[in-house]
């Protein structure tokens, strides 16, 4: 049932946001991807270079094979150690599968470990699981696009230390086809230059981050959002994916749409994409998240 819905993303998006990382002359830095889910199974890491930004990315192109690496679950407390560790192996160019079955462990702490043969390059970075959660019952399987019964949606409680949680939300069609955009998007698909590239892009629709302040808090520390008509794509069956960001995920992303217009500051003002990781660029970061599914009928009266 749960499907680790952002990886397309947040990969198309880490690809640009290496081309435009600033610098007078340029310089290759390593580019680290990997994603944690709570209580899934050890995610690949993928490790390639940046390219200069007059040259197309070609991720085989530009992967780094035979690195070390490791991906260390920490101890709890203010001084952690290390309190098991996983080795990785290269199973295809730049991508690295874990050695080992391992469920990811929610609200703890995970550390990257890269290294090399022959070099003293080091790549660290560190991710806190985001606390699990799961979307309660009483969602609707059938609604009817833009009627007065919105589609809500119940989360469980889940925490995030030191503030609220942060959610994406994706709307995954399971049959995308033109005829079936809603209006909105099928608007917008009239004067699409690469209709097939919309198609796919729109058969995982994503809401954008948004934060639990917005939603409405039940007694029993559960949170309700009444997802908006907006979300939905295409009409017929639909996953409704939440996902709850960690610290890293939600830095990278919201610097990086700034970084490509989603901002109205003067080039000089807007901050560089946040990383977090030391000796590379790239996002080793966390989520937790939960499925549901529903069938978007059409509205005679549109």
Same mark, same amino acid.
């Given at each position: 049932?749960?499907?680790?819905?952002?990886? #397309?993303?947040?990969?198309?998006?880490?690809? @640009? /946001?290496?081309?435009?990382? &600033?610098? !007078?002359?340029?310089?290759?830095?390593?580019?680290?991807?990997?994603?944690?889910?709570?209580?899934?199974?050890? %995610?690949?890491?993928?490790?390639?270079?940046?390219?200069?930004?007059?040259?197309?990315?070609?991720?085989?192109?530009?992967?780094?094979?035979?690195?070390? #690496?490791?991906?260390?679950?920490?101890?709890? *407390? %203010?001084?952690?150690?290390?309190?098991?560790?996983?080795?990785?192996?290269?199973?295809?160019?730049?991508?690295?599968? /874990?050695?080992?079955?391992?469920?990811?462990? %929610?609200?703890?702490?995970?550390?990257?470990?890269?290294?090399? &043969?022959?070099?003293?390059?080091?790549?660290?970075?560190?991710?806190?699981?985001?606390?699990?959660?799961?979307?309660? $019952?009483?969602?609707?399987?059938?609604?009817?696009?833009?009627?007065?019964?919105?589609?809500?949606?119940?989360?469980?409680?889940?925490?995030? %230390?030191?503030?609220?949680?942060?959610?994406?939300?994706?709307? #995954?069609?399971?049959? &995308?086809?033109?005829?079936?955009?809603?209006?909105?998007?099928?608007?917008?698909?009239? !004067?699409?230059?690469?209709?097939?590239? !919309? #198609?796919?892009?729109?058969?995982?629709?994503?809401?954008? @981050?948004?934060?639990?302040?917005?939603?409405?808090?039940?007694?029993?520390?559960?949170?309700?959002?009444?997802?908006?008509?907006? *979300?939905?794509?295409?009409?017929?069956?639909?996953?409704?994916?939440?996902?709850?960001?960690?610290?890293?995920?939600?830095?990278?992303?919201?610097?990086?749409?700034?970084?490509?217009? $989603?901002?109205?500051?003067?080039?000089?003002?807007?901050?560089?994409?946040?990383?977090?990781?030391?000796?590379?660029?790239?996002?080793?970061?966390?989520?937790?998240? !939960?499925?549901?599914?529903?069938?978007?009928?059409?509205?005679?009266?549109?």
């Amino acid at each position: 049932m749960k499907k680790l819905t952002l990886l #397309i993303f947040f990969a198309s998006a880490l690809i @640009i /946001s290496c081309n435009v990382y &600033p610098q !007078d002359d340029y310089e290759e830095f390593y580019v680290v991807e990997s994603y944690l889910v709570a209580n899934r199974q050890l %995610p690949q890491v993928r490790l390639s270079t940046t390219v200069p930004a007059d040259e197309v990315y070609d991720f085989e192109e530009a992967a780094v094979n035979n690195a070390i #690496i490791e991906v260390r679950l920490l101890t709890s *407390g %203010p001084e952690s150690a290390v309190e098991q560790s996983f080795t990785y192996s290269n199973s295809e160019p730049g991508i690295y599968q /874990s050695d080992q079955n391992h469920a990811v462990i %929610p609200e703890r702490t995970y550390q990257l470990h890269i290294s090399f &043969p022959g070099s003293n390059d080091v790549i660290t970075a560190q991710t806190i699981i985001p606390g699990s959660f799961e979307i309660l $019952g009483g969602v609707a399987e059938s609604v009817v696009y833009q009627s007065t019964q919105q589609l809500e949606i119940t989360l469980s409680e889940s925490s995030y %230390p030191g503030r609220q949680n942060i959610f994406v939300f994706n709307a #995954i069609s399971f049959e &995308p086809d033109a005829e079936d955009l809603t209006p909105f998007y099928s608007d917008v698909f009239q !004067d699409s230059d690469d209709p097939e590239e !919309d #198609i796919t892009l729109l058969s995982n629709n994503s809401s954008g @981050i948004i934060n639990e302040g917005n939603f409405e808090v039940n007694p029993d520390g559960s949170v309700t959002v009444k997802y908006p008509w907006i *979300g939905i794509a295409f009409y017929g069956l639909n996953d409704i994916v939440a996902n709850t960001l960690d610290d890293n995920v939600y830095d990278f992303v919201r610097s990086q749409q700034v970084q490509l217009g $989603g901002s109205t500051l003067s080039p000089g003002e807007i901050q560089n994409v946040i990383y977090h990781v030391d000796g590379g660029i790239g996002v080793f970061g966390s989520l937790a998240s !939960d499925t549901v599914t529903t069938n978007v009928e059409r509205n005679p009266n549109l």
